[in-house]
């Protein structure tokens, strides 16, 4: 668990300055552009941003509907670039395992092109219900791997990728594992090699229902 992290964190912290117009940052961004038209937030709310990179999905929604945004990745570098974009949001070094947040205190949580770096997506889960009010919403862009590709690529993921790649989820896998914490009325979109899992979490309705 401890190898995987640090391969992300020397991996981007080596990516870092050069990111946003790397090849990755490019299909990052691509994310993000299919990922904004699908959510809904209101002006003012509290959204993190797990894995935020150089914090340029919190930037872009913040220009549309002012958000109070908060950030965390697990390189150095990332974070004070997140930084440097967005002044007036708070940003943290941390992993996913264990969110610097209180209990209750985000309408909404972010995650694009990362969930197949968390070790531990069921402590991530875990967190996830902690740290969101009742009725809030996670949103989970990833790259999506047909069945057999992934039965067939899975175990040598960590061999092939250098970056702390771990393993590629389907949308089974992860509703499954966030059911396990206490999040329900879900849905599901696959384009390509592109899936977007929207979940929330149990208990009354904290964002708009414009979405489902």
């Given at each position: 668990?401890?190898?995987?992290?640090?391969?992300?964190?020397?991996?981007?912290?080596?990516?870092?300055?050069?990111?946003?117009?790397?090849?990755?940052?490019?299909?990052?961004?691509?994310?993000?552009?299919?990922?904004?038209?699908?959510?809904?937030?209101?002006?003012?709310?509290?959204?993190?941003?797990?894995?935020?990179?150089?914090?340029?999905?919190?930037?872009?929604?913040?220009?549309?509907?002012?958000?109070?945004g908060f950030?965390?990745?697990?390189?150095?570098?990332?974070?004070?670039?997140?930084?440097?974009?967005?002044?007036?949001?708070?940003?943290?070094?941390?992993?996913?395992?264990?969110?610097?947040?209180?209990?209750?205190?985000?309408?909404?949580?972010?995650?694009?092109?990362?969930?197949?770096?968390?070790?531990?997506?069921?402590?991530?889960?875990?967190?996830?219900?902690?740290?969101?009010?009742?009725?809030?919403?996670?949103?989970?862009?990833?790259?999506?791997?047909?069945?057999?590709?992934?039965?067939?690529?899975?175990?040598?993921?960590?061999?092939?990728?250098?970056?702390?790649?771990?393993?590629?989820y389907s949308?089974?896998?992860?509703?499954?594992?966030?059911?396990?914490?206490?999040?329900?009325?879900?849905?599901?979109?696959?384009?390509?090699?592109?899936?977007?899992?929207?979940?929330?979490?149990?208990?009354?309705?904290?964002?708009?229902?414009?979405?489902?």
């Amino acid at each position: 668990m401890a190898d995987y992290s640090e391969r992300s964190r020397s991996a981007y912290n080596e990516k870092a300055d050069g990111y946003d117009n790397s090849r990755e940052g490019q299909f990052t961004r691509r994310i993000h552009q299919s990922l904004l038209p699908l959510m809904d937030w209101q002006s003012d709310q509290s959204i993190l941003d797990v894995a935020c990179g150089t914090g340029s999905l919190l930037a872009a929604m913040n220009t549309r509907k002012q958000i109070r945004g908060f950030g965390i990745d697990i390189s150095e570098r990332m974070i004070e670039l997140a930084k440097m974009r967005n002044p007036g949001m708070e940003f943290h070094v941390a992993g996913c395992e264990k969110l610097p947040y209180p209990d209750a205190s985000m309408d909404a949580i972010t995650v694009c092109a990362a969930y197949h770096h968390f070790s531990d997506v069921g402590a991530f889960a875990k967190e996830a219900g902690r740290v969101l009010k009742p009725g809030g919403v996670i949103y989970l862009a990833d790259m999506y791997v047909p069945s057999l590709i992934k039965i067939l690529v899975n175990p040598f993921v960590p061999l092939l990728f250098k970056g702390g790649d771990v393993r590629f989820y389907s949308p089974k896998e992860i509703l499954r594992n966030f059911a396990r914490h206490g999040f329900s009325e879900a849905d599901v979109k696959t384009t390509g090699t592109l899936q977007i899992v929207t979940m929330r979490k149990n208990g009354r309705n904290n964002i708009s229902n414009a979405y489902y």
